[in-house]
Structure formats: structure tokens, C-alpha cells
């Protein structure tokens, strides 16, 4: 009882929960208002909410790992959606807007066949260094690395052929997944990995899948539009990847603050959304329609079944994330590298390492994010910008630095977005978020579920 | 790091860097340099095209000294500046404007047919006000959190110039904006608007001067360097980061009030929030706490424009694009190398 006395008697709490009463009130009076809209707005508001979710979750694990603000995240959010209309330029609109620059092609390659060379050297080079000559490994990786780097620049140059070039891809990735699983099970279940034959059982299973489901994409043209959204999340990760490890590292070490590093982010973002109006024209584009465009009616609400397939990879992607953060060695590294980073690296975790795979993570869901919205409504250069801060604001909202908090808090900053244009127009949504962070900053700073 | 540079003996491009990190014949060059451009650019050019760009340079000029008064000086890394600005161009714009040729009588906004030098005392009144209001609430913001809502008042305010259309017209901007007239004699010409801004431009610098070289800028240095500190020792800091962010928005409002007279169109095109952000790189490329730095960028960013007119692979209409990707990567530069910025006085 002191408890809930001294949490009132400070003033930012009570008004806090005055501001909230208030939110609550005038959404129930809405709702009792006109029901059916009601469930319309909370429909949007959701689906809206899932995109925001998605953006502030990778925001989230990269700030509570690095603790700064990484401006590029929406610069990652655009070439996500940006991406995908490369990709498919081909067949949005009849291919009024076909694009395919060779130049760009090549800067991605590059970039590709750098991290590769990066991902291998780290993977393999300490360990392989006592039985080859340093030669014969720098020679192999970066052979290795161009051949990476060929297959993407060969894959970005031919869109239409999408579901053959990566159908290769496709088989590996299965094909290691299901070996992996199977050998995680059986180790969970038996407690040795003594025997062969059951590694074997699962190796012969694993490349038969994959080799099949090589077969069938490639046999299958309809898949182009998802294997576009996995390639252009994949680019958008790399480039975030190569910057950590080409730019941040050596900013972070000499950074006095973390505004040197958010100075120089603003210049990447700045820069790359220069380069996207530069490659793709200023207006706005369409991209392709995923599922069709009927529309459902739940309880009397219409819903288009592209929202619900937003809101589901929001709710997988937290799932993901969360089960990579608490449950995997992985995860624990990252969580210890958010704690303290010099520790960590005292007690021998490769922080460079961990921390680059976080920076892909994060932009991946950060292009994902700004995928699907631009499949929801349709792209233009400065949505990054926004996701990014609209991203921001919902991990402010849920409490900045937790998981748990980020999809609360895009769900939450979707509902109060759409009950908050309610009684204005479409044009203040911009307006009414800023005011519900501004409302938060001052009254309740801590968030929705503050990190421990 | 330390250890192993003190140990070893540093490199060519280490002993580079420290001597750029160190001296100060950057900021010597880099003055040479700029200025030594634009005379060329005048020669080259003629008069006609250097007196827009002069003026051009005057407002933002004004406009990164005021914002350099917020960030160099007092530490708040403020990326909404271009909001009070926009405030100050509309307020020239509405109190100014004759809209009396307005076909579509439904977007017509209402008349007041001031005169500009009445208009643009009401701009910097307007924007001060606006900026009390602001301020007082984010005066208690810091750092990361300063920036977002700081972003934040730029987006709102954009918002508003485009959607409020009984004040603004929207979307489609208000023509017609004054020019300058005393008494009987209009300032129609370019090289008088030229002038004014150039005397608006002494008076701001002179305030701005005047106000870091005072006790005040003092405390304002000191709030930068640690605000618990400055409180410890007595000072309100709260009035006085309130103080210098008003002043500041009002120096904006002056200088969006000579822009909106200087182009006599206003449209939320021109105060979106990546002006605000090229700004905030002017004042940072410029140099931190350094008003003289302030003007160096403003002028290295003006020339930057004008002079990717002559790449010759460049199309005419990426200027503005190219600009941007030379300036963001300045900026990642500059946070590696110097972070103080060219002739800057403080490190971020």
C-alpha cells in the first residue's frame, strides 16, 4: 500500500496515469461510439503497429548491445523495400519503371565478396593456420570470396531469373538447417553424439530436401517475389555487416560520445538516401501485390490478408529473436556484450564478431520492416527516415532496450496512431506519434515495460 | 592503443593524422581555400549569379550561427532547427502576401498586406514564442533523446505547414511574398535585398559574438561540459538553456523571414527535415563553438551547389542528391578525423 502511495505522490507518475485514464477513456468512448470502425482502426492500427514493431526490434538489439544510436537502420529499411522493387521492376507496372544498373550491381558484389572474405578469414583462418601455409589460405579465401561475390553480382543482374540463380542457395540453406536440427535434437535426446549412423540418417535427408526443393523452385516462377524479399533483406544486412566492421569499429574506438557515432550514422543515412533518389527517381513507387487484393471480414472489419501476414512475421520474428537472445550461446554473448563489453572481452568473447552478426540482424528486421510497409502502401526515398523514427518511438514507448518492449510498444504506437487520426485527418499521423513520444519522454520515461 | 602506438614508432599516415587532429593549419587552409573559391566563382560567373549566391549564403549564414549557438555552445544537438525557420518564412509570407489573384478562392488564406519591415520583427516574435513553448519542454531532454524529439518539432512542424491550408494554402505554397520597401522607395533590386541580408547577417554574428564572449556564454560552455556541475556552482541552467534556444529560434525566424521575402514563393518543400539535417552538418562541418566556422560551412555549402554545376558527368537535376552524398560523407570523415569540425573549438 506505501507503494502505490509514494508511486502517486510523485507528479510525473500521477499525471502519467491521469494521461493514460485519459487515452483509455476516449478510446472506449470511440469504441462504444461505433464498434465496427472501432475494430477497423484497431485492424490498421495493428497491422500498421506490426511494422513498427519489426523496425524497433532490430532497433532494439543493436542499441542494447552497441548503446548507440545507429542511424543507418533506416537507410537499411529503405533498401529493403528498395530492393524489392529492383528486383521486380520487371513486372511492377509492366515494367514502366525497369531498372538494372550495372554499377550498382558491381558495388554489391563488392560488398558481398568483402564480407565473405571477412566471414571465412574469421570462421577459418586461426584454425586451418597450423596445418596450411598462410599462403594457400589467403589464396583459397579470396577466391572464394570472388566466386561469392560473381554469384551476387550474377544474381542481381539477371531479376528475371531469380528462382534459378538462388534455387542452389535454397538447397544449401535447407540442407544445413535440417542437418543442424537433427543434430541439436538428437543431442538433446540421447546426450552424445557417439553414433554415425544417425548423422548420416540426417545428412542424406537434409540434401535430399534441399536438393527437391532446388527442383521445385526452380521449376516454380511464382516464388521470385519471396526470394526478392530474402535477397534484398540478405543485401541490406551485408551492407550494415561491412559497415560495422569496415567504419563503426574504428569510429567506436575513438568516440568520445555516443553522438560522434550518431553525427556519423546521420552522414551514412544522409548519404544513402542521396544515392537511392539518385538510382531510383524522388516519386513514389508501387511495388507488386504479394497475396492478391481481396480483402477478409472478420467481425465485421475488413482486412487485407497481406496485414495479417505482416503481423504473424512480426509476432515469428519476436519469437526468433527472443529465442536466439535467451536460449542459444549466441545469445548469451550478445546480452553479455550489452552488460559490458570490456568484460566480455576479458573473459574471451570475440566482441567484433558477435557484434557484426548483431548489426545483420538488425538490419535485416530493419529491411523487412520497411519491406512490407512498402508492399502495404508504396516506397518512396524519405520512408526510411520515418521507420527509423517511427521504430525509435515505439521502443521509447515500450522501454528502450528490451524485446519484450519494442513489439509492445509498435503495437501500441500503431493503435494510438490510428485512434488518434480518428477525428483528424490521415495527414497528422506524423503529428499524433511525435506528441504520444513527446507525452511519454515527459511523464512516463521509463516506458511501457522498462529493461531490468 | 595507446600503449602499442607509444611503443612502436608511428607511421606515416599516423603522424598524418595527428597533425591534423592537433594543429590548427586546416582550419587556415580550409579558409584559403573556400574564400579563394568563391572568388573565382565570382570572376567566373559575373556579378548577377553572385549576388544570389551571396544572399543565399547570408540566410543560411544566419541560419547555421544561430543553430551553432545551440549545439557548439551549449551541447544540445538539435536537428529541428529548420522548423523555426519555416516559421519565420510563413510568417513573412501570410503577413505579406497578396493573395487577392488566388483563382481558387477556396485556398485563398487570409490577407494582412504588411509591410516587411513590420512583417519581420512579428517572424522573429513568432518563432520565439513558438520556441518558448518548445524549449520548456524539452529542456529536460539529454542527448540520444534531445535529437529524437528534436526531430520530432521538425516534423511536426513540417506537418502543420502542409496540412493547416487555411493558413499555409497546403500544399500549394503562397506567392507573391514582399520584397523590403522604406518609405517610398522599394528595395526591388537584388544587390539592396543583398545589402539587408548582409546587415542582418553583421547583426546576428554580432549578437551571437556578443553573447558567447559574455559570462552568459560562459555558462552556456559550461552546461556543455557538465550541466550538474554548472548547477552545483548556482546556476538555473534550465533559463539559461531556455535563453539561448529562443534567441537562437529567433535568429532562424529572422533569417526564414528574409528567405521567404528573397524567393517571394514559400511551399513545405523547403523545410523538410532533411534541410534540417544538411544543416546540422554545416554547423558540424563547419566547426563546433566556432561562429566564424559557421560561416565557412554555410559558404562551403552554398559553393558545393554552384560547383557540381561543372561535373561534367553530373545531371542537373542529382545537384541537390550529390551535394548530400559529398556532405554525408564529409561527415563520416569528420567523426573519425576531427571531430571538432574544420575550425571548431569544441569535440563532440
Known amino acids: 500500500m506505501t507503494d502505490v502511495r509514494s508511486y502517486f505522490s510523485s507528479r510525473s507518475n500521477l499525471l502519467a496515469v491521469v494521461m493514460t485514464a485519459l487515452v483509455v477513456a476516449y478510446i472506449g468512448w470511440k469504441i462504444t461510439e461505433s464498434p465496427d470502425q472501432a475494430l477497423q482502426f484497431a485492424f490498421n492500427g495493428m497491422s500498421v503497429g506490426a511494422v513498427y514493431a519489426l523496425v524497433a526490434m532490430g532497433f532494439t538489439i543493436v542499441y542494447s548491445t552497441v548503446w548507440f544510436f545507429d542511424m543507418y537502420y533506416g537507410a537499411a529499411a529503405a533498401l529493403g523495400a528498395y530492393g524489392v522493387f529492383y528486383l521486380r521492376s520487371s513486372e511492377t507496372l509492366g515494367g514502366l519503371y525497369e531498372i538494372n544498373n550495372p554499377i550498382v550491381n558491381g558495388i554489391f558484389a563488392l560488398v558481398v565478396a568483402g564480407v565473405v572474405a571477412w566471414a571465412l578469414h574469421t570462421a577459418f583462418y586461426y584454425r586451418l593456420r597450423s596445418r596450411f601455409s598462410d599462403r594457400t589460405l589467403r589464396i583459397t579465401g579470396s577466391v572464394v570470396a570472388a566466386i561469392a561475390g560473381l554469384y551476387a553480382g550474377i544474381v542481381l543482374t539477371y531479376p528475371k531469373e531469380l528462382h534459378i540463380t538462388l534455387s542452389p542457395v535454397v538447397a544449401a540453406l535447407v540442407a544445413t538447417g535440417v542437418v543442424l536440427i537433427c543434430r541439436t535434437a538428437y543431442i538433446r535426446i540421447a546426450g552424445s553424439d557417439g553414433l554415425k549412423v544417425p548423422t548420416l540418417a540426417a545428412l542424406v535427408v537434409g540434401i535430399g530436401l534441399g536438393l527437391f526443393l532446388a527442383v521445385w523452385i526452380a521449376d516454380s516462377p511464382g516464388s521470385k517475389l519471396y526470394l526478392s524479399w530474402g535477397v534484398s533483406c540478405f543485401l541490406a544486412g551485408v551492407v550494415s555487416l561491412a559497415l560495422y566492421r569496415g567504419l563503426y569499429v574504428y569510429m567506436r574506438e575513438r568516440a568520445r560520445s555516443p553522438l560522434v557515432m550518431l553525427v556519423a550514422t546521420l552522414g551514412i543515412l544522409l548519404a544513402f538516401s542521396a544515392l537511392i533518389v539518385i538510382v531510383f527517381e524522388p516519386t513514389p513507387r508501387p511495388l507488386p501485390e504479394p497475396f492478391g487484393n481481396e480483402t477478409m471480414n472478420i467481425l465485421g472489419a475488413a482486412i487485407k490478408g497481406f496485414n495479417i501476414f505482416t503481423i504473424a512475421i512480426a509476432v515469428i520474428g519476436f519469437l526468433g529473436l527472443t529465442w536466439l537472445l535467451k536460449m542459444t550461446t549466441f545469445g548469451r554473448t550478445v546480452r553479455a556484450i550489452g552488460d559490458d563489453e570490456e568484460v566480455a572481452k576479458v573473459v574471451g568473447i570475440n566482441t567484433t564478431v558477435i557484434v557484426a552478426i548483431v548489426f545483420f540482424i538488425g538490419a535485416v528486421f530493419a529491411a523487412l520492416g520497411g519491406l512490407l510497409s512498402g508492399h502495404d502502401t508504396a516506397i518512396q526515398p524519405r520512408m526510411g527516415l520515418l521507420l527509423l523514427l517511427k521504430g525509435w518511438i515505439a521502443s521509447v514507448v515500450g522501454g528502450i532496450g528490451n524485446l519484450q518492449g519494442a513489439i509492445v510498444g509498435g503495437f501500441i504506437l500503431g493503435m494510438l496512431e490510428q485512434f488518434g487520426i480518428w477525428d483528424l485527418a490521415g495527414e497528422w499521423r506524423d503529428v499524433v506519434s511525435f506528441l504520444v513520444l513527446i507525452l511519454f519522454l515527459s511523464f512516463w520515461p521509463t516506458g511501457i515495460l522498462p529493461r531490468k | ?348
Open chain 2, 1 to 348: 592503443m595507446n600503449s602499442s602506438s607509444a611503443t612502436t614508432s608511428p607511421s606515416v599516415l599516423e603522424r598524418g593524422l595527428h597533425t591534423l587532429r592537433e594543429k590548427g593549419d586546416l582550419e587556415l587552409y580550409a579558409n584559403v581555400f573556400i574564400i579563394g573559391i568563391a572568388v573565382i566563382f565570382t570572376l567566373w560567373q559575373g556579378t548577377g549569379f553572385a549576388i544570389t549566391l551571396a544572399t543565399v549564403f547570408c540566410i543560411w549564414a544566419i541560419l547555421s550561427v544561430s543553430l551553432n549557438l545551440v549545439v557548439g555552445y551549449t551541447g544540445l544537438l538539435s536537428v529541428g532547427h529548420i522548423g523555426f525557420f519555416g516559421i519565420g518564412a510563413y510568417g513573412m509570407a501570410i503577413l505579406t502576401s497578396d493573395t487577392s489573384y488566388e483563382l481558387l478562392r477556396t485556398e485563398a488564406i487570409p490577407q494582412f498586406g504588411w509591410p516587411f519591415f513590420a512583417a519581420l520583427p512579428a517572424c522573429v516574435l513568432a518563432a520565439g514564442v513558438v520556441a518558448l513553448g518548445v524549449g520548456a519542454v524539452f529542456n529536460r531532454f539529454r542527448d540520444d533523446i534531445y535529437v529524437l524529439v528534436s526531430f520530432g518539432f521538425a516534423i511536426i512542424a513540417f506537418n502543420v505547414f502542409l496540412s493547416w491550408r487555411a493558413l499555409t494554402r497546403g500544399a500549394f505554397g503562397i506567392h507573391d511574398v514582399q520584397r523590403p520597401s522604406i518609405g517610398g522607395w522599394q528595395l526591388t533590386g537584388d544587390i539592396e535585398f543583398l545589402i539587408l541580408c548582409v546587415v542582418f547577417l553583421l547583426i546576428a554574428v554580432g549578437i551571437s559574438w556578443f553573447l558567447v564572449s559574455s559570462s552568459f556564454g560562459r555558462v552556456l560552455k559550461a552546461i556543455r561540459e557538465d550541466e550538474q556541475v554548472a548547477q552545483v556552482f548556482g546556476y538555473q541552467t534550465t533559463y539559461y538553456k531556455l535563453a539561448i534556444w529562443v534567441i537562437s529560434a529567433m535568429m532562424a525566424g529572422l533569417a526564414g523571414g528574409l528567405f521567404g521575402s528573397f524567393t517571394k514563393f514559400v511551399d513545405p518543400n523547403s523545410f523538410i527535415l532533411l534541410e534540417s539535417m544538411l544543416l546540422v552538418s554545416i554547423v558540424i562541418l563547419g566547426g563546433l563553438a566556432s561562429i566564424r566556422g559557421s560561416l565557412l560551412g554555410a559558404l562551403a555549402f552554398v559553393l558545393l551547389e554552384e560547383g557540381m554545376r561543372f561535373l561534367p558527368f553530373l545531371p542537373d537535376e542529382f545537384i541537390g542528391q550529390a551535394r548530400q552524398v559529398v556532405l554525408g560523407v564529409l561527415l563520416v570523415l569528420l567523426m573519425l578525423f576531427r571531430p571538432q569540425g574544420l575550425a571548431g573549438r569544441y569535440k563532440l
